[in-house]
């Protein structure tokens, strides 16, 4: 009897060694190598995310990489690379590409609007106005293109626009008219790219976001809501331009129907790094962290971001469960 109350008190002592040990562990700061793909149209925000993420986690080594969100969807399926967190321009990429293979949620966390960007050095930049735009990018000489709508939602939105455009200004035959004076030279990988073509003078105009041209300090063109993707009551509207782009599989297409434009985030489900992910995510979906820093760049962020449905959320990793509500 003795000797069992002596095991006894043997096994609270060593309970009690170990104990603050694996406590500390489970709250150790998370450490190691982080992934992200992302939108380029993300790449100044994420720039400002991760060196004050990075400041607060000094062990965790945030290694981005962007690039057009369908082309960062098939980094993760088709040429297998290891991603701990997507974020897409277009949160209907993750739920068309990633959903529900290589990933369970999508939280939409901010949004943005289309606009025709150029510079003091651009033809006609002393003549161009929100309701001749159009016919400046008909006239021959005038140099104008897009991200490409394989790769970048900004290049099928640009399509969108012109599409839209016909039906707004009521002109028959505008959008094939407009791609007749946009070579194929014109379209480049992801919209950023495009930036510096409209700096070097190598482009007139380009289409991109609004954060982008506020971020890189472009003259733009500010569209009718009808028209520029930026206004969800105008998503009825926006539904009438369609795009077809590559689908998952060489050689299959899908469709992409207009509507506001929402960006997308999640964390792929085989994430090397989950722990720095959730971390990551959370400082990124807070109010006064890295969504701060997304409306500080001229890009609205949602507070708070969004999940579709109830079943959804219950996907959601518990530590994000309060950054986000349910709202489609």
């Known amino acids: ?24 562990q489970a709250f150790a700061d998370p450490q190691g190598r982080l992934t992200m793909f992302h939108a380029g149209s993300l790449s100044v925000p994420f720039e400002a995310m991760e060196k004050a993420f990075e400041a607060k986690y000094p062990k965790v080594d945030l290694q981005r990489e962007a690039a057009g969100s369908q082309a960062c969807a098939r980094k993760i399926t088709d040429l297998k690379k290891p991603c701990d967190i997507m974020a897409s321009a277009d949160y209907k990429v993750i739920d068309k590409l990633l959903i529900p293979q290589y990933a369970d949620w999508n939280i939409r966390f901010a949004t943005n609007q289309l606009v025709l960007c150029y510079t003091e050095k651009s033809k006609d ?5 929100a309701n001749n735009w159009f016919d400046i990018l008909m006239k021959k000489g005038v140099v104008w293109g897009h991200s490409d709508p394989n790769l970048d939602p900004c290049g099928y939105r640009a399509l969108m626009v012109l599409q839209l455009a016909e039906k707004h200004y009521k ?17 480049r990988p992801k919209s950023v790219e495009l930036v510096s073509l409209l700096q070097t003078g190598n482009m007139d105009y380009a289409w991109e976001y609004l954060s982008v041209a506020v971020q890189h300090e472009l ?24 795009v077809k782009v590559t689908g998952k599989e060489p050689g299959t297409f899908m469709e992409m129907k207009g509507g506001s434009v929402t960006y997308g985030i999640t964390m792929i489900k085989d994430a090397p790094n989950r722990e720095a992910a959730i971390v990551f995510l959370k400082y990124m979906l807070d109010p006064q962290g890295g969504l701060k820093v997304l409306k500080d760049q001229g890009q609205p962020p949602f507070v708070p971001s969004r999940i579709p449905t109830d079943k959804m959320k219950a996907l959601v990793p518990g530590e994000l469960q309060g950054l986000v509500e349910v709202k489609n």
């Open 125 to 129: 930049a002393d003549k161009i106005k």
């Open 219 to 242: 003259k733009y063109i500010l569209l009718p809501d009808e028209i520029n993707l930026g206004n969800y009551r105008y998503d009825d509207f926006y539904s009438q331009a369609v």
């Open 1 to 24: 009897m003795k000797r069992n109350h002596v095991f006894t008190w043997a096994v609270i002592a060593l309970l009690g060694l170990i104990m603050p040990f694996t406590t500390m």
């Open 171 to 187: 002109q028959p035959g505008l959008y094939e008219k407009l791609l007749a004076n946009r070579p194929k030279e014109n379209i």
